[in-house]
């Protein structure tokens, strides 16, 4: 199993445009003909649609990084967006990115040194929506941050999450999928879990732990009649000025392109997603 993980692969799919450098970059459903900036915004805007967003809102971003997603966020719906990020580096530009967008009476960013201790640095109970797209796979465990993020929300407020999980045909049971969590973990750089603790039902039982109320889940990666969301991983690997890690890594989350070739074979085994949805509501007190 491992070996056949770890083949390049060599079937491609066709994008209206080659992966280009954007900051902030997650996965997403991708649609033939779209330039891959307007599937990225549609994804997000699929998240902001189901958390209900208002204007006026106060909504805490986890893992803002350069403030592109708070930035489409705010325009989309003229919210007010507090960034969390533990890389001082993406903090200055998304503070010159609000700058320079004239949106810094809407934005403001802070830099933390782990997200498992925001309710050390910020009220509780002090935003209506609090979200993460794809920024917590290095959590030590899932319950480790969304127990912080349920403290950041008012009574009633929404949680919102796009997150790295095991899929539904994942068997912590089986012990060659145990083996792999290993190998995949060590592979990619993520903290070593329980071969359940990534998974979805793990997911929604750390939610529910929190007090929260499951509104919504559901894994995009399941949707049919789009192109595969690893088509960017796929293509970027066949790029010939993508040819190292460090060039690979500067587009895509600091992955290797190891990393790369185990995440599409993950993938393509039905057996890993970066597109689980969690929506959930903290009960009104």
């Known amino acids: 199993m491992f070996q056949r993980l770890l083949l390049p692969m ?3 799919h066709s994008l209206q445009e080659a992966p280009q450098s954007r900051a902030d970059m997650h996965f997403c459903r991708l649609f033939s003909g779209d330039e891959l900036s307007v599937s990225l915004a549609r994804h997000e805007h699929y998240l902001c649609g189901k958390l209900r967003l208002k204007p006026g809102m106060t909504v805490l971003h986890i893992g803002s990084g350069t403030g592109t997603i708070a930035v489409e966020l705010v325009r989309f719906s003229n919210v007010k967006v507090v960034g969390v990020e533990t890389d001082r580096e993406k903090i200055m530009s998304a503070i010159a990115r609000a700058e320079q967008l004239h949106m810094s009476d809407r934005l403001s960013f802070i830099k933390v040194d782990s997200y498992s201790e925001l309710s050390s640095m910020l009220p509780s109970e002090s935003f209506d929506i609090v979200y993460a797209v794809e920024s917590l796979r290095h959590a030590p465990s899932f319950s480790d941050v969304y127990s912080e993020m349920c403290r950041m929300l008012k009574p009633g407020g929404k949680l919102g999450i796009y997150e790295w999980c095991w899929s539904a045909m994942f068997d912590p049971s089986d012990p060659e ?6 190998v995949f973990e060590a592979t990619i750089g993520l903290p070593q879990r329980d071969p359940n603790g990534r998974s979805i039902a793990a997911a929604i039982t750390a939610i529910e732990l929190c007090g929260m109320q499951v509104l919504l889940h559901e894994d995009l990666a399941e949707k049919q009649n789009y192109i595969p969301w690893y088509s960017i ?18 587009q895509f989350f600091s992955l290797s392109r190891s990393a790369a070739y185990l995440l599409i074979q993950s993938a393509k085994s039905k057996l890993f997603t970066p597109m689980a949805l969690f929506v959930a509501q903290r009960p009104m007190e």
């Not at 999928?177 to 290993?182: A, C, D, K, P, Y």
């Open 233 to 250: 991983l796929e293509k970027a690997l066949s790029d010939p000025f993508q040819s190292s890690d460090e060039a690979f890594g500067q």
């Open 177 to 182: 999928h145990g083996r792999f969590t290993e």
């Open 10 to 12: 060599r079937q491609q």
